[in-house]
């Protein structure tokens, strides 16, 4: 059985521009959810997508945005970078939506905005 | 809005030494509580869970954790540490009735265990 895997491993991006970060579900999972970790942090929900479809939204602005596919691999966009969007994103898939489905996580993306 | 605290940043023990880690959320409602742990250069994962019932919950490799529903705790244990439970532990909270998805977490800002051979 394959883990989550998710793409690139690090991203280096310049303040202002946009940034696509990959995810792809172990097999039989139709849940997706993306955190972001800062540095000595823990991690913080960003979004949840449920059969391609959002299902619950954390404290982050609009230009953090999600996709959710057919295959239910994921994708997170962020415009507009900032300064403090430097951080370990982290994608974890579910068998389900609810707080009983144990959430599995992949090794993350580590994107640094100059 | 509900927030979790790891009371430790950083804990270092020598091998055999028991641990205890703690973790205080703030959420009058239903609550899930969990414990992750991160070994170095791997991923998160689950150490345990608690949804209802026993309110001590044993998880792998020999942890434990107590709810204890007046103090809004739910502090990781175990009696004998080693060398290989070195790693960072982070508690999270899932709160039943909080808005968004239910299976949102808020994870506390975790706590460094170095275990001295």
């Known amino acids: 059985e394959t883990g989550v895997t998710q793409s690139p491993t690090h991203l280096i991006k310049t303040r202002g521009q946009q940034v696509t970060l990959r995810c792809s579900s172990q097999?039989?999972?139709?849940?997706v959810s993306w955190y972001q970790q800062a540095l000595g942090q823990g991690p913080q929900f960003i979004f949840q997508?449920?059969?391609?479809?959002?299902?619950g939204r954390g404290n982050f602005p609009p230009r953090f945005s999600g996709l959710q596919f057919p295959n239910y691999s994921s994708e997170l966009n962020v415009n507009a970078l900032e300064l403090d969007d430097s951080a370990l994103y982290l994608c974890?898939?579910?068998?389900?939506?609810?707080?009983?489905?144990?959430?599995?996580f992949g090794p993350g993306t580590r994107l640094t905005v100059l | 809005a509900q927030s979790v605290s790891q009371h430790n940043h950083h804990v270092i023990l020598s091998e055999a030494a028991s641990l205890e880690l703690g973790c205080n959320y703030s959420?009058?409602?239903?609550?899930?509580l969990f414990w992750y742990v991160q070994y170095p250069g791997q991923h998160l994962q689950l150490l345990l869970k608690?949804?209802?019932?026993?309110?001590l919950v044993k998880g792998i490799k020999g942890f434990e954790a107590e709810f204890i529903k007046s103090k809004f705790s739910f502090n990781l244990r175990k009696p004998s540490v080693q060398w290989s439970d070195t790693a960072e532990y982070f508690c999270?909270?899932?709160?039943?009735?909080?808005?968004?998805?239910?299976?949102?977490?808020?994870f506390g800002k975790g706590t460094k265990l170095s275990v001295k051979p």
């Open positions: 608690y949804f209802s019932g026993d309110p």
């Open positions: 997508y449920y059969r391609e479809e959002e299902n």
């Open positions: 959420y009058g409602g239903t609550v899930n």
């Open positions: 974890a898939s579910s068998r389900g939506s609810k707080a009983y489905n144990e959430q599995f």
């Open positions: 999270a909270v899932n709160a039943r009735n909080y808005g968004g998805s239910q299976g949102n977490l808020i």
């Open positions: 097999s039989g999972h139709n849940t």
